[in-house]
């Protein structure tokens, strides 16, 4: 099971969702919105909270860079796993 770090806690509570451990062995979270329940981050990845611990902030904050760039066409469109993904775990 996924562990849900601190710094993906305080990011759910800037947009107003709540997040909680996903049912789905797959998939790391749940984000619950008013609207709907979406689950996002691969379990065979690790994420930003989770490179911060084992390997340090500039580490991350490259891993960060990367991401953003391989996922710029989905982590903009509100409401979508691609954009929670890209709040919660970058």
């Known amino acids: 099971m996924y562990n ?6 305080q990011q759910a509570r800037i947009l107003g969702v709540k997040i909680e451990p996903s049912d789905r ?8 919105t008013k609207d709907k329940i979406i689950y996002i981050g691969d379990t065979n990845y690790s994420d930003y909270p989770h ?7 500039q580490y991350a904050n490259e ?10 066409n989905d982590r903009n469109v509100v ?5 929670y993904s890209d709040r919660l775990l970058w």
């Open 51 to 57: 490179y911060i611990e084992s390997n340090g902030l």
């Open 63 to 72: 891993r960060r860079r990367l991401y953003r760039i391989r996922h710029k």
């Open 25 to 32: 062995p797959t998939k790391k979270i749940k984000v619950i």
């Open 79 to 83: 409401g979508t796993a691609g954009y």
């Open 4 to 9: 849900i770090l601190p710094y993906s806690y």
